[in-house]
């Protein structure tokens, strides 16, 4: 009723903003990180990271404590937020980005947002599967990665080097992802420092249109390269490995075991060596971080901000020796629990309670810009909890595809493996480390019963 009398009144129907409405952003930069946890975050709770300038972007917006991914690695899961359809799903529709273009935003993509291989697509300085239609442009950050100059280690191996470039664990290589390499420099060559600059430089070129900008760092994804100043504060006696127990997979089902473990892969032999993998993931989130920073430095001295809606997010979290597991791809809470930051001109800040899956993103960034949300897309706008965080968007969370899925509530993580590959069930309360498997005992029977009709469910 009140925008009908100020349209009679005269005033144009596109340029009404009404005082009790949050303004319209027109900007979205959207900042995706690879492999990142939520768990080894300032802002998430951890004391030892340092982290500043994402802890300081959570000051600024919604934190969502509880945010899921849906594909349990790389591929799968960009392809799935960025179409907002479940993993195994068919697109249905444009892309986020697309959706964007399509109404006239600029669109551009810098490094990393479909899948691309790492380190294969970096060194290369390839596209790897991306998705043309998106992108108004797009820009690749390429990098030497575990070929770049410094000190060398191959972990799970108990190798150390600093010469020798050339002969490295890399591209398709059995144990590339047990590489770290402390380079001498700011890191002005390696791809997420490049990505960056790049960004910035499109941010001040198109600062006057509508954009949507997506930023992919690779950061901290295997091999795990940063500047020796950025492994500095992680020495050893700072460290301290995950709680294991003895037969912790006796009441795993086969199928919920990963794939590499401390025995199988060699590591368990090291644990110094272990203590190093978590130093070399601490450098790269924080080099990481450093990148986020220089973002969010330019977009307030473009004065943009004030327009600007900003989501940080990765697209699946990582094992580093939790239940003896390395790498990704199964369904345990470090896998599956992402970061999601949601900063919003106009919304409230804090830390959001309801859950959300990574398929939100794109419903809930077109409504912030105010363009029509397609019908056909699986998430759900996180908007009520932008002016809320206490508001229930979500009563579970779901992840994984094919015979691998699993449905997170506030109390329960249930995991499914298909009709005879087993199940794992765990109280979140009691057991937040999930090392007791309930789904063979009786008591949970009206439980699991539950659980799995939430599981038929999704997506219907």
């Not at 697509?121 to 790897?128: E, F, H, K, L, M």
């Not at 144990?175 to 941010?203: C, N, Y």
């Not at 579970?396 to 595809?401: C, D, I, L, R």
Request: hydrophobic residues 35%; contains cysteine.
């Amino acid at each position: 009723m009140r925008l009908i009398l100020l349209v009679l009144l005269g005033f144009p129907a596109t340029t009404v903003t009404l005082a009790d409405e949050p303004p319209r952003p027109r900007n979205v930069l959207f900042i995706v990180s690879d492999d990142l946890k939520a768990s080894v975050l300032g802002c998430y709770g951890n004391e030892l990271a340092r982290t500043p300038n994402l802890d300081r972007l959570a000051e600024r917006g919604m934190v969502f404590e509880r945010a899921y991914c849906q594909g349990l690695v790389c591929g799968p899961s960009r392809q799935s937020f960025m179409f907002s359809r479940y993993v195994g799903s068919p697109a249905g529709g444009p892309s986020m980005a697309e959706h964007f273009k399509a109404n006239g935003w600029y669109s551009a993509r810098v490094g990393k947002i479909y899948h691309m291989r790492v380190p294969g697509d970096v060194i290369a300085g390839t596209n790897g599967r991306d998705h043309a239609a998106s992108w108004t442009e797009r820009f690749n950050a390429p990098g030497r990665e575990a070929h770049t100059p410094g000190r060398y280690a191959l972990l799970n191996k108990n190798v150390f080097s600093t010469g020798d470039e050339e002969n490295r664990q890399s591209t398709g290589d059995p144990h590339r992802m047990f590489v770290t390499v402390e380079v001498e420099g700011e890191g002005s060559d390696q791809p997420d420092h490049r990505a960056a600059a790049k960004a910035i430089e499109l941010l001040r070129k198109h600062a006057d249109v509508p954009f949507f900008l997506a930023v992919g760092f690779v950061r901290p994804h295997y091999p795990m390269v940063a500047p020796t100043e950025y492994f500095e504060p992680y020495p050893l006696e700072k460290i301290t490995l995950p709680r294991t127990i003895p037969g912790d997979h006796a009441d795993m089902p086969k199928a919920g075991i990963a794939g590499t473990t401390s025995e199988k892969c060699g590591i368990g032999r090291f644990p110094d060596n272990q203590k190093r993998m978590w130093a070399g993931y601490h450098a790269t989130v924080e080099f990481m971080d450093q990148q986020v920073g220089r973002l969010l430095d330019e977009l307030d001295r473009l004065k943009l901000r004030d327009n600007t809606t900003v989501v940080f997010t990765s697209d699946h979290g990582y094992h580093l020796g939790e239940h003896e597991f390395w790498q990704k791809a199964n369904l345990h809470e470090e896998v599956v629990r992402v970061p999601l930051i949601v900063s919003a001109p106009g919304r409230k800040t804090g830390r959001a309670t309801t859950f959300a899956e990574l398929v939100d993103v794109y419903p809930t960034v077109t409504e912030l810009a105010g363009l029509p949300v397609p019908k056909n897309l699986h998430g759900r706008s996180l908007v009520p909890a932008l002016d809320d965080p206490k508001a229930v968007v979500r009563e579970f969370a779901y992840s994984g595809s094919g015979r691998q899925r699993s449905v997170r509530t506030d109390r329960w993580a249930y995991m499914s493996y298909g009709k005879n590959g087993g199940e794992e069930l765990y109280d979140m309360h009691a057991d937040p480390e999930q090392f007791t498997n309930l789904a063979r005992d009786q008591k949970y029977a009206d439980v699991l019963r539950e659980l799995r009709a939430r599981l038929a469910g999704v997506g219907r």
